[in-house]
């Protein structure tokens, strides 16, 4: 069920029906449980924008105050992607809206 709502929301994004930050809100805080905090949203933009260039490792700084498991402050863009099953997004959807 997430990975479809995932998908309509990035369809939704390429028909230029949503912008990719909605989408993401909506993508992280409904499709997650628990839910995923707003914050998060810029670290996928910028994750997405780092994967569509070719950039999967190219770090991405995490939000003030928030830490990865790992104790660390920005994480490769892979990570990001993977563990926030951004896939759907990383085509067609352009990281200026």
């Known amino acids: 069920m997430g990975r479809m709502r995932a ?3 990035a369809d939704a994004v390429r028909d230029g029906d949503v912008s990719l930050v909605a989408a993401l809100e909506y993508h992280l805080t409904v ?8 914050a998060m949203v810029a670290v996928c933009v ?3 924008g ?3 260039v070719g950039e999967w490792k190219a770090m991405v700084d995490l939000p003030e105050g928030v830490v990865s498991r790992e104790g660390l402050v920005a994480v490769p863009a ?3 992607i993977e563990s926030f099953h951004l ?6 959807c352009d990281v200026e809206n």
């Not at 499709?31 to 707003?38: G, I, Q, S």
């Not at 896939?87 to 067609?92: H, I, N």
């Open 87 to 92: 896939e759907p997004f990383l085509y067609g």
């Open 7 to 9: 998908e309509g929301m």
């Open 31 to 38: 499709n997650h449980y628990p839910p995923v905090p707003r």
């Open 78 to 80: 892979d990570t990001v």
């Open 50 to 52: 780092k994967a569509q």
């Open 46 to 48: 910028a994750a997405i």
